[in-house]
């Protein structure tokens, strides 16, 4: 994807006082009451996740995502061979995906575990790391002939899935990077009844160590297969 693409979307929204009582809705929708504090400082990687849910998913009083709003208004008035990039990203699919073949530094094939979609991903970066058999949560999307990882840096777990939870989540409904991300922030202290609502982002950030052993957690739980 050309760099910019998203940033050019984003300045857009940000800089027009005409969604600016949508865009102040959308950090508590996400992130839960805690975006509304004053020391409220999401990380690096969770702005990143933000992002990419405020462009693809979140939805104006419109019913519109972002990116189908900037699409079908043209505002910046884009010559046509620049605005057909956004509209090949609305066709994009965000999920739990099974890395079915990695071609290191060129391409991985992915299984939506959900929807039952597969897709060749041309990608470098991913593939390092990575091994056929791992699931990700990612996102992927068309950028001109070819389909990419289009959103920010994606969940990897070496874990293989269950044949009853496969058979489980592909009649789920869809999910969305908010669903992940409210799935990574569940709160450890549940005995009190303060710490069954909101997220972890109310008190102090996770850590990506708290994180993975939550998901190794849901992991056995689903009965999935660990290598």
């Not at 508590?28 to 693809?56: D, H, K």
């Not at 789920?172 to 982002?201: C, F, P, W």
Request: glycine share 8%; no cysteine.
């Amino acid at each position: 994807m050309r760099q910019g693409t998203i940033p050019q979307l984003l300045n857009y929204f940000a800089g027009n006082v005409l969604y600016e009582r949508d865009l102040r809705r959308a950090p508590e929708q996400f992130f839960g009451r805690g975006a509304r504090t004053r020391n409220f400082a999401p990380s690096e990687q969770e702005q990143g996740w933000f992002n990419e849910w405020l462009v693809f998913d979140f939805r104006l009083q419109s019913g519109r995502t972002l990116l189908e709003e900037f699409v079908a208004q043209n505002p910046l008035q884009l010559p046509e061979i620049e605005l057909r990039a956004y509209e090949l990203l609305l066709q994009n699919e965000f999920g739990l995906f099974e890395i079915l073949q990695n071609k290191r530094g060129e391409e991985l094939t992915l299984l939506n575990v959900l929807s039952g979609m597969e897709y060749a991903v041309r990608e470098h970066q991913g593939t390092f790391g990575t091994e056929a058999g791992h699931l990700i949560f990612a996102r992927v999307g068309r950028v001109g002939k070819w389909h990419e990882l289009v959103g920010a840096n994606f969940l990897s777990w070496p874990v293989r899935l269950g044949d009853g939870l496969r058979a489980d989540w592909q009649t789920n409904e869809k999910i969305t990077l908010k669903d992940v991300y409210k799935l990574m922030n569940e709160k450890s202290h549940r005995g009190k009844a303060d710490d069954r609502q909101g997220t972890i982002q109310d008190h102090v950030a996770l850590s990506l160590a708290d994180a993975e052993e939550r998901f190794t957690a849901l992991i056995k739980k689903h009965n999935l297969t660990q290598l």
